[in-house]
């Protein structure tokens, strides 16, 4: 079974830049339907960004213009990379797979969920 | 934007009871996309449910989802100590949207 393990979290401050990782542990990510999400304490769960194998990226209002979701073909991985951090960008960032279905016109529901990497702008 | 609303925000019951769940949509969803999420102390979210009802692989059939349109609700017909945890419901499809979830407590 598929799992996957974010690293890359840490303590930053406004403005700074940060860059997530995420690795699948049996399965590449780079076969799937892949989005970041956030969590914190004022704002709950928010999508943050979404690849798709191909590459294809799409991000939340929120960090539109500011972070960018990336996969390493070679490494097998997939990024985030997070620019000129703001306060309210303080939560904890779980990489999880969407279940690819052709009827979902853009988006879908997240069948495997990382753990999480905690980051802290301050 | 459509907003997903839950309620109750605390649920506490005991053992074996019933626990009703629900998830108000702002406007009417066209299609039944519409996911539960549960999600225990210091762990990420667990898929429960998706297309509002049915269930994910390994959820026991207590876990059932329903509802269409505005009104979509999570039943977990006996509850169980294990259950103890915050369930969030999730919009997808054209747009993408989490509500804020409502704590299970287990009297």
């Not at chain 1, 213009?65 to 996969?71: A, K, L, M, Y």
């Not at chain 1, 990489?95 to 988006?107: D, E, G, K, L």
């Not at chain 2, 915050?86 to 409502?102: A, H, I, R």
Request: hydrophobic share 35%; proline share 4%; aromatic share 10%.
């Amino acid at each position: 079974e598929v799992q996957f393990v974010e690293s890359g979290g840490g303590v930053v401050r406004p403005g700074d830049s940060l860059r997530l990782s995420c690795a699948g542990t049996e399965l590449s990510v780079n076969l799937f339907w892949m989005m970041w999400v956030r969590q914190s304490p004022t704002k709950g769960l928010e999508w943050v960004a979404s690849s798709n194998p191909a590459g294809v990226e799409e991000y939340g209002e929120s960090v539109r213009g500011r972070f960018i979701v990336s996969r390493d073909f070679g490494g097998e991985s997939l990024s985030l990379q997070m620019n000129d951090v703001r306060d309210d960008d303080t939560a904890v960032y779980f990489c999880a797979r969407q279940v690819y279905r052709r009827s979902y016109p853009r988006h879908s529901y997240l069948d495997v969920w990382g753990t999480g990497t905690s980051v802290t702008v301050s | 934007e459509i907003v997903l609303t839950q309620s109750p925000g605390t649920l506490s019951l005991s053992p074996g009871e019933r626990a009703t769940l629900t998830c108000r949509a702002s406007q009417s969803l066209t299609n039944d996309y519409l996911a539960w999420y549960q999600q225990k102390s210091g762990q990420p979210p667990r898929l429960l449910i998706y297309d509002a009802s049915a269930r994910a692989a390994a959820i026991p059939d207590r876990f059932t989802g329903s509802g269409s349109g505005t009104e979509f609700t999570l039943t977990i017909s006996r509850l169980e100590p294990e259950d103890l945890a915050v369930y969030f419901c999730q919009l997808y499809g054209g747009s993408l949207t989490f509500g804020g979830g409502t704590k299970v407590e287990i009297k």
